[in-house]
């Protein structure tokens, strides 16, 4: 199953330093079929793109755990085939399980913000949790680093994305 997997720029190196990432709490997002059943219409592009968002908001939170560090607050997702997945929509109608780590080989692309969506992404992880509550301003706090969109890379360019922060 393709998976939408949030992460950190830290967990960007773990995974080329390792070769190897498990997800936070094993906790990934997809199309799947609650996901595809709580949209009226949307091919599969659409579909994983909502999936990808998702992951990317659940990025923030892992920003927010991090604490302030020697690397720029970005959003990071990772999309990667996995096997072992179980569905959780008693969660969220996107929301997977990973019984494992994911290996680099399985990692198709990544997605990363640019530097210019640093003032956003830091101003929407102190908001995420007031948006979680219903809070408009924060929500539109964590809207505005939601609208920077991610930039693609192909996993052997990770390591040197990371090199250039």
């Avoid at 990667?80 to 996107?94: G, K, M, N």
């Avoid at 494992?100 to 908001?127: K, M, Q, R, T």
């Amino acid at each position: 199953m393709r998976v939408y997997i949030p992460a950190t720029l830290a967990m960007l190196q773990q995974l080329v330093a390792d070769r190897a990432l498990h997800a936070r709490s094993g906790t990934a997002f997809a199309v799947t079929p609650a996901l595809r059943e709580s949209y009226a219409e949307g091919d599969d592009e659409e579909l994983a793109e909502v999936a990808r968002r998702e992951a990317a908001l659940a990025s923030l939170r892992l920003l927010g755990g991090e604490g302030a560090g020697e690397l720029p607050p970005r959003r990071a997702v990772l999309e990667a085939e996995a096997d072992d997945v179980t569905l959780r929509p008693d969660l969220d109608a996107a929301v997977v399980r990973l019984a494992g780590a994911v290996a680099f080989d399985d990692v198709i692309a990544a997605y990363v913000d640019n530097a210019e969506a640093e003032s956003a992404v830091l101003a929407a992880v102190d908001a995420v949790d007031d948006a979680d509550l219903g809070d408009e301003d924060a929500e539109f706090v964590v809207g505005d680093a939601q609208d920077h969109d991610l930039a693609w890379y192909a996993p052997q360019e990770l390591a040197f994305l990371l090199e250039l922060l």
